[in-house]
């Protein structure tokens, strides 16, 4: 099983809101990733968690914050977005954020913010 | 540093042509080289991976080969189908990059007409 489960798949809110994004995944893996993909461009990396430890925020800012419970599950926490944060959230897993791993990705909230 | 270039799209063929899609890359030492697909409205999906030189990858009739000595990891398909429509990635993982990046190109687009 090579499954990451994102939820919600849409989500709309308004620039006051606070809402959740949720990812996991059952394979064991110990590195887990929060990505920000925009239409027609790459997905950006955004956060890195490595044995429920974050290793890596890539200088976003702290309207985001991720969070992660245990070793499956991983959370982004939204807070006062502006409308230029609408786009597609990717959640990916692998082994254990070495390099060279495939990373396991999510099918994605698509996020809008009015 | 590294980077990943990919041919510009979009790409249009008809049913049954062959596809090419090139990659090269800039790195240091041997980098793993990764094929994602995004379907329409999905997260991305492995297709293929090669981690050291003259490697092949090959996965759902797509291949690519690891060529160290041009830099290059150019996708291809003998037939395609119209399930093939959708955005391909190219990206790199390198050792000394910020841990488990993956390092993308900016996409290519194809569309397969019947």
Same mark, same amino acid.
């Given at each position: 099983?090579?499954?990451? /489960?994102?939820?919600?798949?849409?989500?709309?809110?308004?620039?006051?809101?606070?809402?959740?994004?949720?990812?996991?995944?059952?394979?064991?893996?110990?590195?887990?990733?929060?990505?920000?993909?925009?239409?027609?461009?790459?997905?950006?990396?955004? =956060?890195?968690?490595?044995?429920?430890?974050?290793?890596?925020?890539?200088?976003?800012? @702290?309207?985001?914050?991720?969070?992660?419970?245990?070793? @499956?599950?991983?959370?982004?926490?939204?807070? %006062?977005?502006?409308?230029?944060?609408? %786009?597609?959230?990717?959640?990916?897993?692998?082994?254990?954020?070495?390099?060279?791993?495939?990373?396991?990705?999510?099918?994605? /909230?698509?996020?809008?913010?009015? | 540093?590294?980077?990943? /270039?990919?041919?510009?799209?979009?790409?249009?063929?008809?049913?049954?042509? =062959?596809?090419?899609?090139?990659?090269?890359?800039?790195?240091?030492?041997?980098?793993?080289?990764?094929?994602?697909?995004?379907?329409?409205?999905?997260?991305?999906?492995?297709?293929?991976? %090669?981690?050291?030189?003259?490697?092949?990858?090959?996965?759902?009739?797509?291949?690519?080969?690891?060529?160290?000595? /041009?830099?290059?990891?150019?996708?291809?398909?003998?037939?395609?189908?119209?399930?093939?429509?959708?955005?391909?990635?190219?990206?790199?993982?390198?050792?000394?990059?910020?841990?488990?990046?993956?390092?993308?190109?900016?996409?290519?687009?194809? @569309?397969?007409?019947?």
């Amino acid at each position: 099983d090579t499954e990451v /489960t994102q939820t919600p798949k849409h989500l709309v809110m308004g620039m006051t809101n606070k809402k959740s994004l949720k990812c996991e995944q059952h394979m064991g893996h110990r590195a887990m990733y929060w990505y920000k993909q925009k239409a027609k461009k790459p997905p950006e990396l955004m =956060f890195v968690y490595s044995y429920e430890k974050l290793s890596i925020n890539e200088s976003v800012p @702290s309207r985001f914050s991720p969070e992660c419970p245990n070793s @499956s599950l991983l959370n982004l926490h939204l807070h %006062a977005l502006q409308p230029e944060d609408s %786009a597609l959230y990717l959640c990916a897993s692998s082994q254990r954020g070495l390099f060279g791993e495939t990373q396991y990705f999510g099918p994605g /909230t698509r996020l809008l913010v009015l | 540093g590294n980077s990943v /270039t990919q041919m510009e799209g979009p790409v249009t063929l008809s049913e049954e042509a =062959f596809l090419t899609i090139n990659c090269t890359y800039t790195a240091t030492g041997y980098p793993s080289l990764f094929w994602y697909v995004q379907y329409p409205g999905e997260g991305l999906q492995l297709l293929l991976k %090669a981690t050291k030189a003259d490697d092949k990858g090959s996965n759902k009739g797509f291949e690519a080969t690891y060529r160290k000595e /041009t830099t290059s990891f150019h996708l291809e398909k003998g037939s395609v189908q119209v399930s093939d429509s959708a955005v391909y990635f190219c990206a790199l993982s390198n050792y000394g990059g910020s841990q488990g990046n993956l390092i993308f190109g900016k996409g290519t687009k194809l @569309s397969v007409k019947p």
